[in-house]
Structures are given as C-alpha cells and as structure tokens.
C-alpha cells in the first residue's frame, strides 16, 4: 500500500497567493483528515470528511481557508489570500470505520511544508 | 483546547535504558491512542487501548491506562537511537470519528 500521499512536499510562497495542498488517502477509507502543525498550537484539527462528505470544519481558522473532496481518492485544502501565519506544516490522514465507537488508527502522510513570506 | 497534556515535553536518555512518558486527559474515552513522528515525517500509530484495558504490549512498547486518573503512560523499553522521535498521545472526542492530540514527548536516545 502506498500511504497516504501528500503534496507538494515544500510550498514557498509570497503573501496574498492562492495555495493548494493536495492529498491522496488510503485506498477503502472512508475518513479524511487535514490537521496543521506548529510549534506554538502542537497539532490541530482543521476539518475532517467521511466518505467525502464534511463532517466538522470547526478548526478551519478563517474563510480564507476551505477544503474539498471531489471523490473517495483526493482531498484539496485551500488558503487564499494565504498570510505569514498561515505557515506551518498540513498533514493529512487517513482511517478506516469498522464500527463501533472505537477510532481506528489514522495513518499520516508526510506533510506539506508551507512557508508564506 | 488540547485533551491530552503529555509529560515530560523533553527526556533525554542513554541508549539501553528505559523512557516513560505519560499522558493526561479531561474527559471521558472510548480509547487512547499513542503515535511516534520521526523529525520532518508524517504521525505514526504505535498502539490503541480501550477504555476497559488497563496495560497493553507491543513489541518493547508497554502501555498503560487509568481511567480512575485520567491518565496514561508509554513506556519503551531497552531504547535504541532509532527511537529518537516525538510521542503524541491522542484521545477520542465524545464519540466522533477524531482524535485530539496532546503536544507531545521529544525522546532523545543519546548512543
């Protein structure tokens, strides 16, 4: 299995552009993820979609930032005007439900490093 | 609001001697769940306890959890310097499909 595949891997870009980041999950699940990564907030929870249906987009920052999943295999998150602080490093991931209420596992890509000048 | 709070942030330890890192919570679980990242890579899970498990094993990971304390432990055993990494412990929230990660422990195994 290939993992969850994330790109790009680098993004550099000057304030104000448009940024997508793009995901590709894990084949047969049907949860997605977008998380950001800084040292100051840890590990955040933007958005998360099962069976490419948003469920919770209560960490999504602000309307610059929106999120997108066309079908089971590709996921966009969006940042447009993209700021400074937008920079961190977006993971996605991936589980699988099997029922129940016990989470299954998620499995990371590698992340997007963004960095907005 | 972050659920889990690990402790310590940092542990620096020779190799061949045992980490411990814990992990405490605020609210009621369904399961506990811990991950390993490697410096510039994506989370990786390591083990998931239920809420009515009290340790598991795997491998030279020992996992434990009170649900009494609120609070969990992870415990490597024999540590090697591949296992220089942040630990994330990471809690479900009231029975949705998320997980809720604390900061994290950066282990450091010095040879």
């Known amino acids: 299995d290939a993992g969850v595949i994330q790109s790009p891997r680098h993004e550099v870009t000057e304030m104000g552009q448009e940024v997508t980041l793009r995901c590709k999950p894990i084949s047969g699940h049907d949860y997605l ?3 950001r990564q800084t040292m100051m907030r ?15 987009d209560s960490g999504m920052p602000e309307d610059r930032f929106s999120a997108k999943m066309p079908n089971a295999s590709f996921s966009t998150l969006k940042i447009q005007p993209s700021e400074p602080r937008d920079s961190a490093v977006y993971f996605c991931a991936s589980s699988q439900w099997t029922g129940g209420r016990i989470n299954q596992p998620q499995h990371f890509g590698d992340g997007t490093r963004l960095s907005i000048l | 609001s972050q659920q889990g709070e690990e402790d310590p942030q940092a542990l620096s330890i020779q190799e061949g001697e045992n980490a411990t890192m814990n992990c405490s919570y605020k609210t009621s679980i369904n399961n506990l ?6 410096s510039g890579r994506g989370l990786v899970h390591l083990i998931l306890i239920r809420s009515n498990e009290r340790e598991k094993h795997s491998g030279r990971l ?9 609070s969990s432990s992870l415990l490597i055993t024999a540590s090697r310097a ?14 949705a499909q998320k997980l809720v990660f604390g900061q994290g422990t950066r282990l450091t195994i010095n040879p």
């Open chain 1, 33 to 35: 993820f977008w998380y």
């Open chain 1, 42 to 56: 840890g590990l955040e929870l933007l958005i998360y979609f099962n069976n490419n249906v948003p469920i919770d």
């Open chain 2, 33 to 38: 769940q811990w991950y390993r990242q490697n």
């Open chain 2, 62 to 70: 020992r996992v434990t959890l009170d649900t009494s304390k609120k």
């Open chain 2, 82 to 95: 591949a296992d220089t990494a942040s630990y994330f412990c990471a809690t479900d929230a009231w029975g």
